[in-house]
């Protein structure tokens, strides 16, 4: 089944960033070069929806690597970078995704990569197992699991598994350590403020910034706005997350007052209607909005589409929505993830742990198949301690960094063994 991209004349551009990522991610060059001589997928089909830049590209070809037959889709219409698209097809991967893809497009690329029938799935959001377990339940019988990328897809994959309906075994990526306390504080900071900063060209210092949710992600943003000199509110539904924000030192208020005194907000929340209509009509002339949680329903568009009695692009990648009472709303990359629809995403360093995680959890499930539970409503599986603390070591080893040890004495104090 040939490739489905959008120019596979760009490969060349696309190659000149995969190199980039690449010199910078030790753990998945220590991986590569692993897998090639033990080829641990040798004879499997990986179907893989993540948004596909260049880090994902890399990690795409550590797993061809390791002998995987790989079939590739974006997780997202916007964070599609058509030029990596076509490197990876050069290098003789199956690709199916292209940059601003309409809903149907993103629908069918993905079922490209599941008609193929695969052994493991690797999601970032869950629309590859949404998918296959509406419109391809025969082919589960192939698949020997999964790993899943991010906290919206998680929180899909819980509440699937808790009605005892997801059919094979998941790991959850995002809750290893070495995944969510970097990848969603230090990569999330930093790749959000990225894309707001290289599609607006203004200062922050002196700013009002509000953060719509103060889990991992939401402190990263946070923590990065007053770096950049911002005031920050942080909005939140969680009585202790939102006494942790107070403590870090921000402004915790409803969503209703912040409205009136922001100058960027930024939802980080995983939920859906968090700033609505009703808060558009309270912002400032001017006003900022952008969303950094996985779907574009953070911020309701639509609805201010609807109320708009003007719509026009303002800058590439930001809309200016003019309401009935003069004040003019902007909207970055439509609602959607801000840091990859208007960015290159994490940096490559953060994606290097993230990703040696995800392909060792593959490899773990391969190696496991036998052990890892198929009992309905036990589907969900933590990645192992082992796992996390082996990207750590790399990790620090790479840094040159050393670290003590228990003595056997300390071990038995703290253990009792």
């Known amino acids: 089944m040939a490739s489905e991209i959008r120019n596979p004349q760009l490969w060349q551009d ?37 948004h596909l830049e260049a880090k994902t590209a890399y990690l795409c070809e550590v797993l061809a690597a390791g002998g995987a037959e790989m079939y590739v889709t974006g997780s997202n219409p916007l964070s599609t970078q058509d030029d990596v698209a076509a490197a990876l097809v050069q290098a003789g991967l199956n690709v199916y995704a292209w940059y601003d893809a309409t809903p149907q497009e993103y629908e069918e690329h993905i079922r490209r990569v599941l008609e193929v029938g695969p052994n493991i799935i690797i999601d970032d959001g869950g629309d590859l ?50 995944k969510h306390l970097f990848d969603n504080r230090y990569g999330t900071g930093q790749s959000v403020w990225d894309g707001i900063n290289r599609t607006t060209n ?13 889990g991992w992600c939401g402190k990263g943003v946070a923590m990065r706005a007053k770096g950049l000199g911002a005031e920050v509110i942080v909005t939140e539904v969680d009585p202790i997350k939102a006494m942790e924000a107070v403590m870090d030192g921000f402004k915790v208020m409803k969503m209703e007052q912040a409205a009136q005194i922001g100058d960027i907000f930024v939802t980080v929340t995983g939920c859906d209607g968090v700033i609505t209509k009703d808060h558009f009509l309270k912002m400032k002339d001017g006003a900022i909005c952008c969303n950094a949680g996985h779907f574009d329903c953070e911020v309701d568009v639509a ?47 953060i994606m290097d742990m993230s990703f040696a995680i995800q392909a060792l959890s593959a490899k773990y499930l391969v190696e496991n198949s036998d052990k890892v539970s198929r009992e309905p409503g036990q589907m969900v599986n933590d990645v192992p301690l082992s796992i996390d603390q082996e990207v750590a070591a790399r990790k620090l080893a790479y840094w040159g960094c050393e670290i003590d040890t228990l003595t056997p004495e300390q071990h038995k104090y703290l253990f009792g063994e």
């Open 303 to 349: 609805g201010l589409r609807d109320m708009a009695v003007e719509a026009k692009p303002a800058r590439k990648n930001i809309i200016g929505y003019t309401l009935e009472n003069g004040n003019r709303i902007y909207i970055i990359a439509e609602g959607r993830l801000v840091n990859l629809a208007a960015g290159d995403g994490h940096p490559a360093e």
């Open 129 to 178: 197992v949404n998918l296959m377990h509406t419109e391809y339940t025969d082919l589960i019988p192939n698949v020997i699991g999964g790993c899943e990328e991010t906290t919206t897809g998680i929180l899909r994959l819980v509440q699937l598994n808790k009605a005892k309906s997801l059919r094979f075994p998941m790991m959850l990526v995002n809750n290893a350590d070495c």
């Open 202 to 214: 203004l200062i922050v210092a002196g700013k009002n910034v509000v953060v719509a949710g103060y």
């Open 14 to 50: 696309g190659r000149l960033k995969i190199d980039w990522v690449k010199h910078h991610m030790p753990l998945l060059n220590g991986l590569e070069e692993e897998f090639r001589s033990t080829l641990p997928f040798k004879g499997l089909k990986v179907a893989l929806s993540v």
